[in-house]
């Protein structure tokens, strides 16, 4: 697909890598981590030259309907909103979920099992609880794909055009649902802030993505903000490339405090956010947070996710579905 930089002897094999995808639609695990292995080693450029690649290749959608859960856009509204994710990395959307949208999402969270991360392990227990706010047993509790999928307010989201022709203005190409999430996050003395994301890093399961946030609680400082370090998307620093979790004192001291940006909201608030850039989830001191998450990638070359089995909830939604089935097709398998 393309011609790496000679210097690093990595770019041959993740070339390789790059070629069997093309050919399978697999990539392996030794590919995979040689991608992150680049995006250390060239500072990001190597999935910049990639993303280039499969701009040209792909394309894009014609004729998206700018009209859905964040109102009414013109085109030159869009080209606002994303020149300034571009520059920064993160928008905030002035537009928030109807309240009773929220409310739906919110009170099933409630009454649903979910794993969470276990102390001991730190990873997602097999067992599943109902998350409890007064007593809880871990920092963050995770929904599986199948309650998610299920809700028919969180398909209006995942299904939604304007999220859709955001996402495709950003990624330069037509974009692809590759990821769900939906987890509460609970205070917890400090424990598991690593497996919780509750230190700084950056995501790199694919070669460009970007995310979307629903925050279904109020968050403000206290209640785990998602915090960003604005303009981090675009270059890793040299004193920062190594692929892991970072202290707040090494993000500060190279980004300097004032580019470091907690982002809080009232129920209902709206983000894209292009976690390639430094990020964390603030940890909790009092409260609880639910954020609901949709990722779009520009291919689905990386980390491998099983796909999810999904009954559309109405007809409007099964119509986008089968519409634009190189976005949605990928990780969703329709039930009969």
């Known amino acids: 697909m393309i011609n790496f930089i000679k210097k690093y002897k990595q770019g041959y094999n993740l070339k390789k890598g790059l070629k069997l995808f093309e050919q399978t639609g697999q990539t392996s695990e030794a590919a995979y981590l040689l991608m992150r292995q680049m995006f250390v080693a060239t500072g990001g450029d190597s999935n910049d030259r990639i993303s280039a690649a499969i701009s040209n290749k792909i394309g894009k959608y014609n004729g998206i309907v700018n009209e859905g859960i964040l109102g009414k856009l013109s085109e030159s509204e869009l080209d606002t909103m994303v020149s300034e994710m571009k520059e920064n990395g993160f928008y905030i959307f002035d537009k928030k979920l109807p309240e009773s949208l929220t409310d739906e999402i919110y009170n099933y969270a409630l009454n649903e099992p979910l794993s969470y991360i276990d102390t001991k392990t730190e990873k997602y227990s ?5 998350f409890d706010a007064e007593h809880p047993v871990s920092a963050r509790y995770q929904f599986s794909n199948e309650p998610i999928v299920k809700l028919e307010a969180l398909q209006t989201l995942m299904f939604d055009q304007t999220l859709l022709a955001f996402a495709q203005k950003y990624l330069g190409v037509k974009p692809i649902l590759d990821l769900v999430a939906f987890f509460w996050s609970a205070p917890f ?4 802030k690593s497996a919780a994301a509750q230190m700084y890093h950056f995501d790199m399961d694919r070669i460009k ?3 979307f946030f629903f925050y ?4 403000d400082t206290d209640t785990g903000p998602h915090c960003y370090v604005k303009g981090s998307h675009t270059k890793l620093p040299k004193n920062l490339s190594r692929d892991g979790r970072f202290t707040d004192d090494e993000i500060e001291s190279t980004y300097g405090k004032h580019n470091l940006i907690e982002i ?3 129920r209902g608030t709206i983000m894209a956010v292009d976690t390639r850039g430094f990020h964390k989830g603030k940890e909790l001191l009092k409260g609880s947070r639910l954020l609901f998450q949709i990722e779009f990638a520009n291919s689905m070359f990386g980390q491998t996710y099983p796909p999810i089995s999904i009954k559309y909830a109405n007809e409007q939604i099964k119509a986008i579905a089968l519409h634009y089935p190189y976005t949605y097709g990928q990780i969703l398998t329709a039930e009969d």
Do not use: Q, S
């Not at 097999?126 to 109902?130: A, D, E, G, L």
């Not at 279904?216 to 968050?219: A, E, I, P, S, Y």
């Open 189 to 192: 003395e400090g424990k598991v």
């Open 209 to 211: 993505f970007l995310k």
């Open 126 to 130: 097999t067992n599943k609880v109902i």
């Open 264 to 266: 809080c909201g009232k």
């Open 216 to 219: 279904l609680t109020d968050v």
